[in-house]
């Protein structure tokens, strides 16, 4: 079974930075596409970034593109987001979720197993 640990939320000023980190174990981690999603209060979970199992692709949402940067260390079984120039509309609980195997991977129906959840709060 897939477990799902992240780590590294917290208090940030706007234009801060702050990196998560996810922690996969039980598989083989360089087999499953990995992916950041966040969720805001009264909000749908929404699509963050993905990475591809040897860390060849990544894909962004519009709203963190140029300011995001995904990637992962497969000797470590870890998966990161780096956040920069962060913006009060960035705050929310952040989700590492992992994808067995197929060819969509912007929506959440699209990964099998989840943390969960990290805080992430930027202030004005």
């Known amino acids: 079974q897939v477990q799902l640990v992240e780590s590294g939320g917290g208090l940030v000023q706007a234009g801060g930075s702050l990196r998560l980190s996810c922690a996969f174990s039980?598989?083989?981690?360089?087999?499953?596409?990995m992916g950041w999603f966040r969720q805001a209060p009264g909000k749908e979970r929404e699509f963050v970034a993905t990475i591809r199992w040897l860390g060849e692709l990544t894909y962004y949402a519009d709203s963190v593109k140029g300011r995001f940067t995904i990637s992962r260390d497969n000797a470590k079984n870890t998966v990161y987001l780096q956040m920069n120039s962060l913006k009060p509309e960035d705050t929310a609980v952040y989700y590492c979720?992992?994808?067995?195997?197929?060819?969509?991977?912007?929506?959440?129906?699209?990964?099998?197993?989840w943390g969960q959840g990290t805080q992430v709060t930027v202030s004005s």
């Open positions: 979720a992992a994808d067995a195997g197929g060819s969509t991977w912007s929506t959440a129906k699209d990964y099998d197993y």
């Open positions: 039980g598989r083989a981690f360089s087999r499953y596409r």
